[in-house]
């Protein structure tokens, strides 16, 4: 710990004399008032959205002392990142008190819901250097996205060009960790396109915690002069030791390789009060699991699963405000050595309807998502937003909606020696209320948000007594969870240049904790009280540093304090930067039995050809 603060004040001592190019700007509050939001039907600015909405931009995600999005999502008030080591190998991803398998994830507006399990949603994960912002939508959004949207959805967009770049990363670190990546963005005449290429290794901080990760990115624009159409395609492979991620056996080395990809295509056609939005996609999921990595043979799971999705989103303008409408089409198919050869058709419709009344300072929508599933027929999910600007800056909104979830193919058919899935599941189910104020000014942005959720047939692995040793996957009984949300950040300037100091708190209270925690795998493990800070400031006009700090405590009654830090040097075309996390060697734990790393830095230098 001493060597890392000693290292930060050196550089910061070394270069306070130093004459170079500015580092990129903070994003001020009052910008982010107009950011369109992408994921919905009806596109609206930030400021006008009815909703709990957290927007993380290209500058947050580069002062956010991060590494890979976990990290960075790990820094919102309300989003629980349960991961298991370094690197994003494997992480959980939870709202308000959700499963991981009741959050959605989405890149540019694409589901990338996978039916074998929720922990694979993280898999699709992106690289930094690819993504605009991130769009965090929180409470219930099955109206507007359909099921695993349960307690809210994450959409990760991504950049639209980078002109004509190419640029190189090359960071090296505690635990012989040693990155690279080479990102390339290309303007032509008539198309666009970026590409980035991505290795990250580690020898691993304990036993069995290395891993050796891949990520491949490409976006392109056909035909930008005319009817424009898109294209993405990403694939990432993680090959990571496993210790105790599933069990307490030390002697097993548990073994996992994920690969995920997708491909899509989109295009827009637009008029004055017309404009829909078709695309098809393909998303592939690859899972290879060992219990003992040095005998395959002992115990060995792979699952392949496949979704293809056409959907087509479309909005029209009249003088009775703006509707939304769509229909989303998918077929899933699953091929597992435990949980058999599977598929699922799946059709969603969308509607919604914006009305505005009072000189447009009030909005009401009503919407509702109706989904077949050739497994589990029809199901409903209406729900309503209300927004009133009391001022130009301060809005006061509720919303309220039914949201679903049908079991994974994992929560209905998985086996092992102390597991069993149950194939008489029924649907998770909630009704979801809450209410807010938010506030947006030039240097303030300001939430305060209160929530309620009262679910039945939650699905959790439970066992009847501790004398029992298999879990079986049940619906648990009804189950009320509330709480609430603090955001704010405040832009300020000094010394000419701009500063941020941003913080969050959330509190979740959830009666499930009636039940004995020795009988439940997943869901007694909910953050009740989560604090965030970050400290993001540039005195110096090539020196730029941000600090975080991150308080947990969680319903297990597991308490702890996490404090990173980062420091960049931008030299013209050369930019180096240090990177500190769990500066004071806290030691906790955020899912099952894996200790997280402690005390590391990784240094790093980005190099600008063009």
């Not at 599977?342 to 505005?356: G, S």
């Not at 104020?437 to 305060?448: G, H, V």
Request: aromatic share 12%.
């Amino acid at each position: 710990m001493k060597t890392i603060t000693a290292l930060f004040t050196c550089i910061l001592i070394a270069t306070c004399q130093l004459n170079a190019q500015d580092t990129q700007p903070i994003i001020k509050t009052d910008s982010l008032k107009e950011v369109i939001i992408t994921s919905t039907r009806i596109d609206l600015p930030f400021k006008d959205n009815s909703r709990t909405i957290n927007i993380i931009t290209s500058a947050d995600i580069k002062s956010s002392a991060a590494v890979n999005i976990s990290d960075v999502l790990q820094q919102v008030a309300g989003v629980d990142i349960r991961r298991r080591g370094t690197g994003g190998s494997q992480a959980d991803l939870f709202i308000r008190g959700g499963g991981f398998d009741q959050t959605l994830l989405l890149i540019d507006g694409i589901k990338m819901d996978d039916a074998q399990t929720g922990h694979h949603t993280l898999n699709a994960a992106l690289p930094l250097e690819v993504i605009e912002r991130i769009e965090i939508i929180k409470g219930p959004a099955a109206r507007v996205f359909g099921q695993n949207a349960f307690t809210g959805a994450i959409n990760i967009v991504t950049k639209s060009s980078l002109d004509n770049s190419v640029s190189a990363n090359l960071e090296t670190g505690s635990f012989g960790q040693l990155n690279g990546s080479v990102t390339v963005g290309s303007e032509l005449e008539n198309s666009t396109h970026i590409l980035h290429v991505g290795k990250m290794t580690s020898e691993g901080y304990r036993n069995n915690s290395d891993y050796d990760n891949s990520n491949y990115f490409l976006k392109s624009v056909f035909n930008k002069n005319a009817q424009a159409i898109e294209m993405i395609a990403t694939f990432s492979e993680r090959k990571f030791g496993a210790e105790n991620f599933y069990t307490t056996n030390p002697a097993y080395n548990e073994y996992e390789e994920t690969q995920n990809s997708l491909i899509a295509f989109t295009t827009k056609f637009q008029s004055e009060k017309f404009k829909i939005q078709p695309r098809i996609y393909w998303k592939r999921n690859q899972d290879l699991f060992l219990l003992k990595r040095f005998e395959p043979e002992f115990f060995r799971n792979f699952h392949l699963s496949n979704k293809i999705g056409a959907e087509a989103n479309a909005s029209y303008t009249s003088k009775f405000g703006v509707t939304g409408f769509g229909i989303d089409l998918s077929k899933t198919y699953l091929k597992s050595n435990n949980l058999g050869n599977r598929n699922r058709f799946m059709t969603t419709l969308f509607l919604e309807h914006r009305f505005q009344f009072i000189d447009n300072r009030l909005d009401i929508t009503p919407g509702v998502a109706v989904t077949y599933f050739s497994d589990f027929k029809f199901n409903g999910f209406p729900g309503l937003d209300v927004g009133f600007d009391i001022t130009n800056n301060l809005k006061a909104y509720g919303n309220i909606g039914f949201t679903y979830r049908i079991p994974t193919y994992t929560d209905l058919y998985y086996t092992d020696p102390r597991t069993n899935g149950n194939e008489n599941l029924e649907p998770e189910e909630a009704f979801a209320q809450e209410i807010g104020i938010k506030y947006n000014s030039q240097s303030i942005r300001a939430s305060l948000s209160v929530f309620n959720r009262d679910a039945k047939n939650l699905i959790d692995f439970v066992r009847p007594n501790t004398v029992e040793e298999i879990f079986t996957a049940t619906n648990i009984a009804e189950v009320n969870t509330k709480g609430l949300e603090v955001d704010v950040a405040y832009n300020f300037d000094m010394n000419s240049f701009n500063q941020t100091l941003a913080f969050g708190y959330a509190y979740l209270e959830d009666d499930i904790l009636e039940q004995n925690e020795e009988l439940s795998r997943y869901a007694l493990n909910t953050l009740k009280h989560h604090y965030t800070t970050r400290l993001s400031t540039q005195l110096f006009k090539n020196v730029s540093q941000s600090i975080v700090y991150k308080y947990a405590e969680r319903t297990t009654g597991q308490t702890y304090n996490v404090w990173d830090a980062s420091i960049m040097l931008q030299l013209k075309q050369v930019e180096l930067s240090i990177t500190a996390s769990n500066i004071f060697d806290a030691d906790y734990i955020e899912s099952g039995f894996t200790p997280m790393p402690p005390s590391n830095i990784l240094f790093g230098m980005r190099y600008k050809f063009l």
